[in-house]
Every structure is written in C-alpha cells, then in structure tokens.
C-alpha cells in the first residue's frame, strides 16, 4: 500500500527540517491517538540520529499496544535544497506488527514565499490484510497532515545567538548612517 502527503507548512524549511527530526514533535503529531516511549537507555534523543531507535507504543497515550523501532536514515543525492528523512523500521509486536514492510519518507524543501513544501510517503505491506489496514492508515496520515499544518507556524524560532546578532547589526548599521 501506499498513502501520500504533499502539504504546505506555514514555516521555514530549516524549522520544518529540525521539527521532522525531533521526536518531541512525532509525538505532538500522533497525539492523542498515539504516544511513544523511549526502550533505548538514554531514552529519546533531542534529534533522531541515524540508526536503529526501539520504542513502546502507547495506545491513547497510555495502553501498552506493541514495541517497534524507528531505522532513521537521510538518504542523499537529492535536488538542491530538498532533505529527507527515511524511516525504515517496523513494529516487532502489536497490531501493528501486521506490517511486513515499513518504508517511511518525508521531505522537506523550501517554496519561494517563505513556506515550506513538505511531502510524505509511507509504502507499507501487510500482505493478505492490505485491504483491511489500507483506510485506517490512510486515515491516520490525514490526521498526520492536519496536525502538521497546525503545529508547523509554532516551529519558526531563532537559534540562539541570531536574534541577538541581528539586533546588533541592524543597531551597528543605523549608527553608520
């Protein structure tokens, strides 16, 4: 099966970039449908390295539904300014698990007015139960859309040292004027 996303971010592609790295964020989108919890030792990291990432899923944020495991990677030889996430992992059990193959990517770039254009694709298969899992994941990555859409004006933030810096600047140019 395959379920798409092109979607229009209210943000800037290097803030729509650190959001769809971030974990905190994966879990602001599921919600309250889902959460996750952290197996890994140091528990979730600020920003998903490559590599493997064992997780608990978390029915309505709080029944045990299942274990799975985020195998980021960001694959590379893509068009300028276009960045990708590729989230090859799979629940191990759960209903879930139902799934033989899990190939996860979202690509983010920018769009001339300032925007973000972001593009999801999942190509998952569950074999013989395609059918019946087709719709309610179809349906889960709408909701995926929607709360991106809302989420994404929040990401916008000066990292820290530019908001000073610019101030600095602009005070710098209006005394040379």
């Known amino acids: 099966m395959r ?9 800037d592609a290097d803030a729509a970039w650190r959001a769809i790295r971030s974990p905190a964020v994966l879990r602001e989108v599921v919600a309250p449908w889902l959460d996750f919890e952290s197996l890994e030792a140091e528990g979730f990291p600020t920003t998903w390295p490559e590599g493997p990432h064992r997780l608990r899923t978390l029915a309505f ?3 045990p539904s299942g274990e799975e495991f985020v195998d ?4 590379g ?14 629940a191990v059990t759960g209903p879930l698990s139902a799934f033989r193959s899990w190939d996860h990517r979202m690509a983010v770039s920018p ?9 999801d694709q999942l190509r998952a298969s569950a074999g ?9 994941t179809w349906a889960f990555w709408q909701y995926r859309g929607r709360r991106l859409r809302q989420l ?3 990401w916008a933030y000066d990292p820290p040292g530019t908001a000073d810096a ?12």
Do not use: F, H, Q
């Not at 379920?3 to 943000?11: A, R």
């Not at 030889?77 to 799979?90: I, T, W």
């Open 3 to 11: 379920v798409l996303l092109k979607l229009t971010l209210d943000c």
């Open 61 to 63: 944020g709080i029944a």
């Open 72 to 75: 980021v990677s960001y694959p």
């Open 77 to 90: 030889g893509l068009p300028p300014g276009v960045r990708m996430l590729r989230d090859g992992g799979g």
């Open 111 to 119: 769009l001339p007015d300032g925007r973000t254009l972001y593009r």
């Open 128 to 136: 013989a139960l395609d059918a019946l899992y087709w719709y309610p």
């Open 152 to 154: 994404a004006p929040t």
């Open 166 to 177: 610019a101030r600095a600047e602009a005070r710098a140019s209006g005394a040379a004027s």
